[in-house]
């Protein structure tokens, strides 16, 4: 990264990461989004770190970084999310006061980082989140996407299509005061998945705010078929299962609901023989899921909407799965605060020039 100017050193330093593996299709028109309509108070770097592309996506970057001098290309030879937004403030964020966090696959509003640092600046926040709307192309995206935006696919998750603002203890990663993200360790990448819940966890522990800007909305494009919809939230109750034994009570409701339904409903199936009543709770489920269905179907005045329920269930089941495979398979080890670690009041919150 160049070094600033003595006027830029004025400016409020931005950090602005995206990771990147096989988005060819997205990453430019990404990059432009992220570019439009600049704060005028800030100075900002982006860097792309990518995981092994081999679509065409480093191709791309390296063009566009060859016609501006605020675009930059790593390599992340971890491949995954977390690690490429450590290597990225760990190689250009020494005098960054912000590190935005964005998604090659993610459809961001006008004005996106401009909005984020009046919030984070207004909020007084060490973080602020924002919420997804998902949309889809394609009939079993769009029934993926519209169960997304319902309480079957989120179970009333803020950052799953809240509207409210307000501080919370999770939400969808958008942008973090540099001074909170490193003292909180940055991500643990050795997580896939789940990076951001556990992070959220960490910071919370020290005393770092989160701030949830309901009015600041991504669109995201959720998985176009089943098996990578399975695939997805497998990794991600994988993922969670490490995260509520490295934080011993942080798992919600609405999280431990998916795996006990999915304990009952089996236990219910293995024992009808003897006690048929127990299969009132696997009709009750799957009657759940054809209303899911129906209201989608109504509601959107589509056929596509009657796969909701297909939907809804893939996700159940697959993050259930994905969350017993790693109790019984990834070893995990409770997080504590060194003794000095707890964030002081004030200590990472900068004001905006």
């Given at each position: 990264?160049?070094?600033?100017?003595?006027?830029?050193?004025?400016?409020?330093?931005?950090?602005?990461?995206?990771?990147t593996l096989n988005?060819?299709?997205t990453?430019?028109?990404?990059?432009?989004?992220?570019?439009?309509?600049?704060?005028s108070h800030?100075?900002?770097?982006?860097v792309?770190?990518d995981g092994?592309?081999?679509?065409?996506?480093?191709?791309c970057?390296?063009?566009?970084?060859?016609e501006?001098s605020d675009l930059h290309?790593i390599?992340?030879?971890h491949?995954i999310q977390s690690a490429?937004v450590?290597?990225?403030?760990?190689?250009f964020?020494y005098?960054?006061?912000?590190?935005?966090?964005c998604?090659?696959?993610?459809?961001?509003p006008v004005?996106?980082?401009?909005?984020?640092?009046?919030?984070?600046?207004?909020?007084?926040?060490?973080?602020?989140?924002?919420?997804?709307?998902?949309?889809?192309?394609h009939?079993?995206?769009?029934?993926v996407?519209?169960t997304?935006?319902?309480?079957?696919?989120?179970?009333g998750?803020?950052?799953?299509?809240g509207?409210k603002?307000?501080?919370?203890?999770?939400g969808?990663?958008a942008?973090f005061?540099m001074?909170a993200?490193?003292?909180?360790?940055?991500?643990?990448?050795?997580?896939?998945?789940?990076?951001?819940?556990e992070f959220?966890?960490?910071?919370?522990?020290?005393?770092?705010?989160?701030?949830?800007?309901?009015d600041?909305?991504?669109g995201?494009?959720p998985r176009?078929t089943?098996s990578?919809?399975?695939?997805q939230y497998?990794?991600?109750?994988?993922?969670?299962?490490?995260?509520?034994?490295k934080?011993?009570g942080?798992m919600?409701?609405?999280q431990?609901?998916?795996?006990?339904n999915?304990v009952?409903?089996?236990?219910?199936?293995?024992l009808?023989?003897?006690?048929?009543?127990l299969l009132?709770?696997?009709?009750?489920y799957?009657?759940?899921?054809?209303?899911?269905?129906?209201s989608?179907?109504?509601?959107?005045?589509?056929?596509?909407?009657?796969?909701?329920?297909i939907?809804?269930?893939?996700?159940?089941?697959?993050?259930?799965?994905?969350?017993?495979?790693?109790?019984?398979?990834v070893?995990?080890?409770?997080?504590?605060?060194?003794?000095t670690?707890?964030?002081?009041?004030?200590s990472?919150?900068a004001?905006t020039?």
């Amino acid at each position: 990264m160049s070094t600033p100017s003595s006027t830029d050193r004025t400016l409020q330093q931005v950090l602005v990461v995206i990771p990147t593996l096989n988005e060819a299709v997205t990453i430019r028109e990404v990059i432009e989004s992220l570019s439009s309509d600049l704060p005028s108070h800030a100075r900002i770097t982006f860097v792309v770190a990518d995981g092994g592309s081999h679509d065409g996506t480093v191709a791309c970057v390296q063009q566009l970084a060859a016609e501006r001098s605020d675009l930059h290309f790593i390599h992340n030879p971890h491949r995954i999310q977390s690690a490429a937004v450590n290597l990225a403030a760990s190689q250009f964020g020494y005098q960054a006061d912000v590190l935005v966090r964005c998604d090659a696959h993610s459809e961001y509003p006008v004005r996106f980082l401009a909005r984020l640092l009046q919030t984070l600046d207004s909020s007084q926040a060490d973080s602020v989140v924002v919420p997804m709307d998902s949309d889809g192309r394609h009939c079993f995206q769009k029934a993926v996407a519209w169960t997304s935006n319902t309480w079957a696919g989120t179970g009333g998750s803020a950052h799953r299509g809240g509207r409210k603002s307000g501080f919370v203890d999770h939400g969808h990663h958008a942008a973090f005061r540099m001074t909170a993200f490193q003292h909180a360790g940055g991500y643990d990448d050795s997580f896939t998945h789940n990076e951001d819940a556990e992070f959220d966890c960490r910071l919370g522990r020290l005393g770092g705010k989160v701030y949830l800007d309901a009015d600041i909305r991504l669109g995201y494009q959720p998985r176009s078929t089943m098996s990578g919809l399975a695939r997805q939230y497998f990794a991600y109750g994988r993922g969670r299962s490490r995260t509520v034994r490295k934080h011993p009570g942080s798992m919600r409701a609405r999280q431990l609901a998916v795996p006990a339904n999915l304990v009952f409903s089996a236990a219910a199936i293995a024992l009808c023989a003897w006690l048929p009543w127990l299969l009132l709770w696997p009709l009750a489920y799957l009657s759940a899921l054809i209303l899911t269905s129906l209201s989608l179907a109504l509601r959107h005045r589509s056929a596509c909407g009657l796969l909701g329920g297909i939907a809804a269930a893939i996700m159940h089941t697959s993050w259930a799965l994905g969350f017993f495979t790693g109790l019984a398979f990834v070893r995990e080890k409770p997080w504590e605060p060194g003794p000095t670690a707890m964030l002081r009041a004030g200590s990472t919150r900068a004001a905006t020039p």
